[in-house]
């Protein structure tokens, strides 16, 4: 079955750091792009950032850009978004999702999202 | 990079027909074919229903279609049937190597 399992999502103060993690499975990992989108509460969905098979491509939304960090492990079929000096407005289900055809054909696998929540 | 722009809500009754719009600029819905829609379910992860303006996953039923015509493209959703109600979102490609979506559409089956 073709899956991808977020992980690390929690509590952070505000200027805090988390990293993400998104494990995926029942597919070749190290030939698909993949992207990290978010939903804060209540609200709609919002990409964040997208990194190639290989990693040579790294694309960041302005809203996340110089703060959050998209990287990947072929070698261990894991996706990561390292998130730093966290605001509030960071606060959202953090979703990891496949590309189906090489960015930015159309995300067809999602996992269940992790939810990031700052507040002091 | 704004939102593409969608309706907030659209409704129908089963049987009908319904189109959901997303109204971008020409550096993103109209400069490129890399329009998407996906749709949410509470409290679920989004489904990918439509790629590349309009093709269908397989496992999507073809009364969902895409189009577009400049900077607007649509979602067309025939034979409404209550499990469609849910909230719409589309996406897309631009010219900074990024990806907007739209602000989303509840879509209510009556």
């Known amino acids: 079955e073709v899956q991808l399992v977020e992980s690390g999502g929690g509590l952070v103060k505000p200027g805090g750091s988390l990293r993400l993690s998104c494990a995926a499975s029942?597919?070749?990992?190290?030939?698909?792009?993949m992207n990290w989108v978010r939903q804060a509460p209540g609200k709609g969905l919002e990409w964040v950032s997208s990194?190639?098979?290989?990693?040579?491509?790294?694309y960041y939304a302005d809203s996340v850009k110089g703060r959050f960090t998209i990287s990947r492990d072929n070698a261990k079929n894991s996706l990561y978004l390292q998130m730093n000096s966290l605001r509030a407005e960071d606060t959202a289900v953090y979703y990891c999702?496949?590309?189906?055809?090489?960015?930015?054909?159309?995300?067809?696998?999602w996992g269940q999202g992790t939810t990031v929540t700052v507040s002091s | 990079q704004s939102a593409l722009t969608q309706p907030a809500s659209v409704s129908g009754s089963p049987g009908q027909s319904i189109t959901i719009s997303c109204t971008g600029t020409?550096?993103?819905?109209?400069?490129?074919?890399?329009v998407s829609w996906y749709q949410q379910h509470p409290g679920k992860a989004p489904k990918l229903m439509i790629y590349e303006v309009s093709n269908r996953p397989s496992g999507v039923p073809d009364r969902f279609s895409g189009s577009k015509s400049g900077n607007t493209a649509s979602l067309t959703i025939s034979g409404l049937q209550a499990e469609d109600e849910a909230d719409y979102y589309c996406s897309s490609y631009t010219s900074s190597s990024t990806v907007v979506f739209g602000g989303g559409t509840k879509l209510t089956v009556l």
């Open positions: 029942g597919f070749t990992f190290s030939s698909y792009s």
């Open positions: 990194i190639s098979s290989s990693s040579s491509y790294i």
């Open positions: 999702a496949r590309d189906l055809d090489g960015y930015p054909s159309g995300m067809d696998v």
């Open positions: 020409s550096s993103d819905v109209g400069g490129y074919n890399y």
